[in-house]
């Protein structure tokens, strides 16, 4: 059985010399939403309130719009919309509009007693210019690395964190009033670090679990495209979405995360990290902001214990965070001290990575992405694959939105690590999809999601 997502991303894929989309995206005939909020109550956001960092995969165009949903906080109770620009929480709702946010999620006592819950929704005409089709997997993408901010800056306030990726799409969207091109797409919970409620839901799983909208799927899988009423959509993209939606949780099934096992090739065991977790966590705090310039790398080799660190701080921004392990890493080391260079897979549980293959030539791997300049000199490359049709059997269409998501969170994850180690790690949108796939051997079942590239940075 093929289902719609995989048709979608394959339309998504950037190939030489290919352009124009299958359907026109007639985005000047949607009606978009007002976030000025003009006569709205406004509050201050202090800094212990909302993550002071920028996502990297946002490329300045702002495609993620962030709401809270707020407890017991300095703030009366209610819905706001977080206005960065103007660091002010917009007030647009009181008790009732916090109530109809909040039954759209499943274990309610869980999160009733939430002290915030970020709801974070993707706001599509602010990137569709620029990636087309993709626009919306990659605004997923921007949605993640959002999400990674928030995890990690909470824990580093000592507060409990957990993901929520299941909901009811469109009670959230009717209740935030939200515009035909703003999606909401993930979701935050953070509590207080002695709150029982979050103490006793770790053991409870909650966090831990995917929701599947498999059991409620229609029988549309792709096959048979034109019986589906595809000419409501303005684009491929907007169709995705309405079939990644949940409407029912109760038609809901709830799968836990899955482990990964060990892998043929020879086994790398990684070294401790260079710092310990808590020293990364108070560092994110005097991360200023950078100017994010696409430059080529300059010359360098990585330090044994900067790789192994980078790779072992993935874990604090939550690994899987939206999904059940359906993600897979893979490493591509050019230029690293003491590691061979070659094509690894890196399985976190076991703190290690397996080599697949010896091959690596950069000057092949430069010319699998559109301005190959720019991934000149990379040290190394992580790129995450999975296999998508594996995926929806398992979490439906859904597992989709949620891949994406965890694409976002270890992006963003890799970023800030490298920029604690003086060192850049950039995601590099437009790659020729099945020559990089080809070069580094990955499987013909899997399709990649994202690719990071990780140098020494020429930019002062």
Same mark, same amino acid.
């Given at each position: 059985?093929?289902?719609?997502?995989?048709?979608?991303?394959?339309?998504?894929?950037?190939?030489?010399?290919?352009?124009?989309?299958?359907?026109?995206?007639?985005?000047?005939?949607?009606?978009?939403?007002?976030?000025?909020?003009?006569?709205?109550?406004?509050?201050?956001?202090?800094?212990?309130?909302?993550?002071?960092?920028?996502?990297?995969?946002?490329?300045?165009?702002?495609?993620?719009?962030?709401?809270?949903?707020?407890?017991?906080?300095?703030?009366?109770?209610?819905?706001?919309?977080?206005?960065?620009?103007?660091?002010?929480?917009?007030?647009?709702?009181?008790?009732?509009?916090?109530?109809?946010?909040?039954?759209?999620?499943?274990?309610?006592?869980?999160?009733?007693?939430?002290?915030?819950?970020?709801?974070?929704?993707?706001?599509?005409?602010?990137?569709?210019?620029?990636?087309?089709?993709?626009?919306?997997?990659?605004?997923?993408?921007?949605?993640?690395?959002?999400?990674?901010?928030?995890?990690?800056?909470?824990?580093?306030?000592?507060? =409990?964190?957990?993901?929520?990726?299941?909901? #009811? !799409? +469109?009670?959230?969207?009717?209740?935030?009033?939200?515009?035909?091109? *703003? @999606?909401?797409?993930?979701?935050?919970?953070?509590?207080?670090? =002695?709150?029982?409620?979050?103490?006793?839901? #770790? !053991? +409870?799983?909650?966090?831990e679990l995917a929701y599947s909208?498999?059991? *409620? @799927?229609?029988?549309?899988?792709?096959?048979?495209?034109?019986?589906?009423?595809?000419?409501?959509?303005?684009?491929?993209?907007?169709?995705?979405?309405?079939?990644?939606?949940?409407?029912?949780?109760?038609?809901?099934?709830?799968?836990?995360?899955?482990?990964?096992?060990?892998?043929?090739?020879?086994?790398f065991p990684l070294t401790p990290a260079k710092f310990t977790n808590e020293y990364y966590l108070r560092e994110l705090w005097y991360l200023r902001p950078d100017k994010k310039v696409a430059t080529p790398f300059a010359h360098g080799t990585l330090d044994l214990d900067d790789f192994s660190s980078m790779l072992r701080w993935l874990e604090l921004a939550q690994l899987n965070a939206f999904g059940a392990g359906l993600i897979k890493i893979w490493i591509v080391v050019f230029d690293v001290m003491f590691v061979y260079t070659g094509v690894y897979r890196y399985i976190p549980v076991r703190k290690s990575i397996y080599m697949q293959n010896g091959s690596a030539n950069p000057k092949k791997f430069n010319k699998c992405f559109a301005v190959p300049e720019q991934v000149q000199n990379a040290m190394l490359a992580v790129v995450l694959s999975s296999n998508l049709n594996e995926s929806c059997k398992v979490l439906g269409n859904r597992g989709y939105r949620y891949m994406n998501l965890n694409a976002g969170v270890l992006t963003e994850s890799l970023y800030e690590s490298a920029r604690l180690l003086n060192k850049t790690a950039r995601e590099e949108h437009f790659f020729y999809h099945d020559e990089l796939k080809k070069l580094l051997d990955i499987p013909e079942t899997e399709s990649i999601i994202s690719t990071v590239v990780v140098g020494k940075s020429t930019a002062k």
């Open positions: 059985m093929r289902y719609f997502s995989e048709i979608y991303h394959e339309s998504t894929q950037y190939i030489p010399h290919g352009s124009g989309d299958p359907i026109i995206m007639h985005w000047e005939t949607q009606a978009y939403a007002d976030k000025r909020y003009e006569g709205n109550e406004r509050f201050p956001i202090t800094a212990g309130f909302m993550p002071v960092l920028t996502p990297i995969s946002a490329d300045f165009l702002n495609p993620v719009g962030i709401y809270a949903v707020v407890h017991n906080m300095e703030v009366p109770d209610g819905v706001y919309y977080v206005d960065g620009e103007d660091s002010k929480l917009v007030k647009l709702g009181g008790a009732e509009v916090r109530k109809a946010i909040l039954s759209a999620f499943p274990e309610q006592e869980f999160v009733t007693e939430a002290q915030t819950v970020f709801v974070y929704t993707g706001i599509l005409e602010r990137a569709v210019w620029r990636f087309r089709e993709a626009a919306y997997r990659q605004v997923q993408m921007d949605v993640g690395s959002a999400c990674a901010n928030t995890i990690l800056l909470a824990k580093s306030r000592g507060q =409990k964190v957990f993901s929520l990726g299941g909901f #009811v !799409d +469109d009670s959230i969207a009717v209740a935030l009033k939200l515009g035909a091109t *703003e @999606m909401p797409l993930a979701a935050i919970a953070v509590f207080p670090e =002695k709150s029982m409620v979050a103490f006793n839901s #770790v !053991d +409870d799983g909650v966090g909208n498999h059991a *409620e @799927m229609s029988s549309y899988v792709g096959e048979d495209e034109s019986r589906f009423e595809i000419s409501r959509y303005p684009s491929r993209f907007v169709l995705q979405n309405r079939l990644e939606n949940i409407d029912d949780l109760n038609l809901c099934m709830k799968v836990r995360r899955l482990n990964a096992q060990a892998l043929p090739g020879d086994e």
